[in-house]
């Protein structure tokens, strides 16, 4: 089944600590997107990816850095700079469409605690 | 830049009972619209969307959303909840000519179900 697998479900860091949260997607989808979730804010767009080798910033960028190294994998970095990491991070995938937006088709997420 | 507001954080519902869960959109020509749903630590699954044509659209699990341009909202509808349904929504807006593809959400409305 085709689909978008993220791992781990959860991951606990100690503060200080850099960790890297992991998305594979084999739908051959050129776009991928990761998404910040916390309770009441809905979600927030970190980075996003609409062709490998290439990433772009969204709203909440500062304290996370990703990479695009194959189509389909988009690993974010949580880095020692974000100064409260304690979320559910959701990866996406979509068809990139020239002007226009499409659907996006979510992973099961990983729950990051700072302990 | 396009934005999504959800009034509703939480409604509570009886089984059986009709549901409406309101968005409004704010965006300078016609939105790409879409509605999710999410259950507890999981990701979201698609529940209908809108590109164009007929404003009325049906999607899975008996949903159904209405475009009104007018009063820029995109609400959803079920004429009959079932405690499966108990869930969190999340309304979601994608600009036209949008050069990243990606969707800015809505803060959530979580749906509860009275047996």
């Known amino acids: 089944d085709g689909g978008i697998t993220q791992s781990p479900k959860y991951l606990f860091r100690k503060e200080g600590q850099n960790v890297t949260l992991s998305c594979e997607q084999n739908l051959n989808h050129d776009a991928m997107y990761w998404y910040r979730q916390d309770p009441g804010q809905g979600l927030r767009l970190i980075y996003y990816s609409q062709i490998v080798n290439d990433f772009q910033k969204g709203d909440i960028a500062e304290g996370y850095s990703v990479s695009r190294e194959k189509k389909e994998s988009f690993p974010l970095t949580v880095t020692s700079a974000q100064k409260n990491p304690t979320a559910f991070y959701l990866c996406?995938?979509?068809?990139?469409?020239?002007?226009?937006?499409?659907?996006?088709?979510f992973g099961q997420g990983t729950r990051l605690t700072v302990v | 830049a396009q934005s999504v507001t959800q009034p509703d954080i939480h409604i509570t519902v009886s089984e059986g009972a009709s549901l409406e869960l309101r968005c409004n959109y704010s965006?300078?020509?016609?939105?790409?619209l879409f509605w999710y749903v999410q259950s507890p630590g999981q990701g979201l699954q698609l529940l209908l969307k809108y590109f164009s044509g007929d404003t009325l659209v049906q999607g899975i699990k008996g949903f159904e959303a209405e475009f009104k341009r007018s009063q820029s909202s995109f609400n959803l509808r079920k004429p009959s909840v079932h405690w499966s349904d108990a869930a969190e929504y999340f309304c979601a807006v994608g600009a036209r000519g949008n050069a990243g593809n990606m969707l800015t959400f809505g803060g959530g409305t979580r749906l509860m179900v009275k047996p």
């Open positions: 965006y300078g020509a016609t939105p790409y």
């Open positions: 996406a995938s979509s068809i990139y469409k020239t002007g226009r937006a499409t659907e996006a088709f």
